[in-house]
């Protein structure tokens, strides 16, 4: 899975830019750690053969999935992001109980200074491309 932003500042990019990492036995929804800087990216890792579905919460905004299995293995990938600001993103609920799931959470900065999320390429109301966007 690719997921490619634009309007993030590369040079407040750390090394580790994953800020949390949450580990989940047996479980039907999956607590987001808060939002921190100009966007979170969520990825969601399930252990499950019978997963079909899921639902972010309000304010969290799907950006791809994989659901199902994963060579031999019966693993779902789910991302998700949201703009920075604080407070509990709240959790993703799945429809079936899970053997494990595992949140990451990884932070995209954004301009110094402009507390304004990033944006996806390939998100409809977001990433409209014009005739003075270029794309490096």
Do not use: K
Request: glycine fraction near 14%.
């Amino acid at each position: 899975m690719n997921l490619l932003y634009r309007g993030g500042d590369a040079s407040a990019l750390t090394s580790t830019p994953v800020t949390a990492i949450r580990e989940y036995d047996g479980v039907n929804h999956v607590p987001l750690t808060p939002p921190a800087g100009a966007t979170s990216l969520f990825i969601v890792l399930a252990e499950s053969d019978v997963l079909t579905g899921y639902q972010w919460p309000d304010g969290v905004i799907p950006r791809a999935d994989q659901i199902g299995w994963f060579g031999s293995h019966a693993i779902s990938l789910l991302a998700a992001d949201t703009p920075g600001g604080g407070g509990p993103a709240g959790e993703l609920l799945l429809d079936a109980t899970v053997e494990s799931a595992a949140c990451l959470t990884i932070q995209i900065p954004g301009a110094p200074g402009d507390g304004r999320p990033t944006w996806i390429l390939g998100d409809d109301n977001a990433s409209v491309l014009g005739t003075t966007t270029i794309l490096g």
